[in-house]
């Protein structure tokens, strides 16, 4: 099966089929997004598909998902705050440090229409942060241990915490800024520690301990966290 990356649902799966006559898109059991297709079927007519249809996406992704409830006051991140005001329409504002919804008296933010409306202006703050907070973080504890990576990427279309290519490039998702600050340096040392092996060897786990001696709790409790879902 191959697959496309999209910026906002990450990586959806292609599953082509002499039997299928459309393109159709579907939740997977491990959460992330499925499309069957004709197998004459060009990609280019997926994409236009996906892009007629993010909002029908979103909330079907949002109705798949398993987290807390979006609720006024709550905590985006490490710096956003989700503020809810009354108005004609349903409107959404990113600042800085807050998340600025309007919605009309009819509307909730338990409504599924308005999750899945707010999905990408809650990804767009966890990026905000991301890019503010990752690039320094993981800068300084690369010099701290004498760690040496030839580029850096920040994502979100990926169902992992992150990643180090052979060429030295470590790939961090934004969802970390979900996560307790220890966990994010965890998943930095991890990477890092991929730099001098690209496995998982016993001397990989050494080196992972000789920078987070607290390593295998960290680990633990990491596997309890998903980066799909965006709070």
């Not at 059991?29 to 996906?50: E, F, T």
């Not at 329409?89 to 308005?114: F, N």
Request: charged share 20%.
């Amino acid at each position: 099966m191959s697959s496309i990356i999209d910026p906002d649902f990450g990586e959806i799966t292609i599953r082509r089929s002499a039997l299928s006559r459309n393109i159709s898109i579907r939740v997977a059991p491990n959460g992330k997004l499925r499309a069957s297709m004709p197998a004459y079927a060009g990609i280019g007519s997926l994409k236009r598909m996906i892009n007629a249809s993010r909002a029908d996406i979103a909330k079907l992704m949002t109705q798949q998902k398993t987290h807390a409830p979006l609720r006024e006051g709550m905590t985006i991140g490490k710096s956003h705050t989700l503020i809810v005001k009354n108005g004609p329409s349903l409107a959404a504002r990113l600042t800085k440090s807050q998340l600025e919804v309007t919605l009309p008296v009819t509307m909730s933010l338990e409504d599924p229409e308005v999750e899945a409306y707010l999905t990408p202006h809650l990804i767009k703050a966890l990026r905000q942060e991301a890019k503010a907070y990752l690039p320094r973080r993981l800068e300084y504890l690369a010099q701290q241990h004498g760690f040496t990576y030839e580029s850096a990427r920040f994502s979100h279309a990926s169902s992992r915490w992150g990643s180090c290519s052979s060429r030295g490039t470590i790939s961090l998702n934004i969802a970390l800024m979900k996560l307790p600050f220890e966990l994010i340096d965890y998943v930095i040392y991890h990477e890092l520690s991929h730099l001098k092996n690209m496995n998982h060897s016993t001397a990989f786990w050494s080196l992972v301990e000789s920078l987070d001696p607290y390593y295998r709790e960290h680990r633990r409790t990491l596997k309890t966290h998903n980066p799909s879902a965006y709070i």
